[in-house]
């Protein structure tokens, strides 16, 4: 899905919330000129193109690619993408992506200050407007996608607070930053900078003014390009599929889940009577129902058809809660791999279902 896949629970954090105000929507670039197919914004045409990109190898070698791979107009891109900024700050927080040091050695409420950051009273009645407000879509891509309305509903609030965070740096500066000048990853991000300009081509958005988070995410679910190319619809039927509509936004969010294996009407995880502190726990760890039970565990409700799960474990403060994770479970960790993520998503949803009488 998006690059939130590969980030850490705190990067996550940031690019979440210290965004205040939502990207401008991309229609807003509909009205710019068209060159060769391709919009440029006509405040930076004719103005002289001396960006941080204007002179590097990276981009020289990018450009005649997309040329020759895609049909791009060679001086149009290269003017595109002399006016993309090195965000420093970028690369400050793609760096932070270290790997995780040692567990604690105990209990220490990890898991309640993640969920805080999510579930409140005032998100969750956020919620309930959002859902209210888009019933209808919520219903078809129900009955299109078999996803239920509170797993899009969680998804997209915990990505971007039902569109009020959906992030303010402009995409072109942050992939143009990671493609050109972040060895680490630039392989990836040169691919996503590949499909954003194919995307803007092809939808008719200017790509200078499109905006995102620090890692090139877009709206409402915050699909990386990659995920845009592979997933998103056009919900709504008005011939442009664009992440920043709420409507075309759930589609593309079902239509993820669809795809990665989610499982209609299945329940996703249930809680576990008993300690299990022998076993490796995790989303990505199965075990037999009957190796889970040998270790203390007993499931606190049906889970249905299937004999295997994964061991969750959530740090309560005190003390540690098991759970057992099913394939839906998994499927959420599809769009970011944690755990903690996972379970915010489901958990956020479902108090949005239970406070609209669901």
């Keep these: 899905m998006r690059y939130s896949a590969l980030l850490s629970p705190l990067v996550l954090l940031l690019s979440a919330c210290s965004h205040d105000a939502a990207a401008p929507a991309p229609s807003s670039a509909t009205a710019s000129p068209v ?4 919009l440029l914004d006509p405040q930076h045409t004719g103005q002289p193109l001396q960006g941080d990109f204007a002179f590097n190898d990276n981009t020289a070698r990018f450009v005649d690619r997309m040329v020759r791979e895609h049909g791009f107009d060679k ?105 050109f000048d972040y060895p680490r ?36 679910g915050q699909f990386m390009p990659s995920s845009f190319k592979s997933y998103a619809v056009d919900f709504n039927a008005d011939g442009h599929t664009n992440l920043w509509d709420p409507v075309d936004a759930i589609g593309s969010v079902a239509h993820y889940f669809q795809a990665h294996g989610w499982q209609h009407g299945d329940a996703v995880a249930v809680p576990a009577q008993g300690q299990a502190p022998g076993l490796e726990n995790g989303f990505a760890t199965r075990y037999s129902l009957a190796t889970l039970s040998a270790a203390g565990l007993q499931p606190t ?21 098991y759970w057992y994770g099913l394939p839906n479970f998994y499927a959420i960790t599809r769009y970011n791999h944690s755990t903690h993520y996972a379970m915010a998503v489901w958990q956020l949803g479902e108090s949005v279902k239970q406070a609209r009488g669901g």
């Design 35 to 38: 060159k060769g197919g391709f």
């Design 301 to 321: 409700a049906s889970l249905g058809r299937y004999r295997e799960a994964s061991l969750l474990r959530l740090d309560m403060g005190n003390s540690y809660q």
């Design 185 to 220: 990853r630039a392989k990836f991000f040169e691919s996503e900078l590949e499909v954003f300009l194919l995307m803007s081509r092809s939808e008719g958005y200017d790509p200078l003014d499109l905006k995102g988070s620090f890692a090139g995410a877009m709206g409402y």
């Design 75 to 179: 001086q149009q891109l290269h003017d595109v993408l002399a006016q993309a900024r090195r965000l420093d700050w970028v690369i400050r927080l793609m760096d932070k992506q270290a790997p995780v040091g040692r567990p604690a050695a105990g209990p220490n409420g990890a898991w309640i200050r993640y969920r805080s950051q999510f579930i409140t009273q005032d998100n969750v009645q956020n919620g309930v407007a959002f859902w209210d407000q888009y019933q209808d879509a919520l219903e078809r891509a129900y009955e299109r996608y078999g996803v239920a309305p509170e797993v899009i509903v969680g998804i997209i609030g915990v990505e971007t607070r039902w569109g009020r965070v959906m992030g303010k740096t402009r995409i072109i500066d942050a992939l143009s930053t990671l493609a």
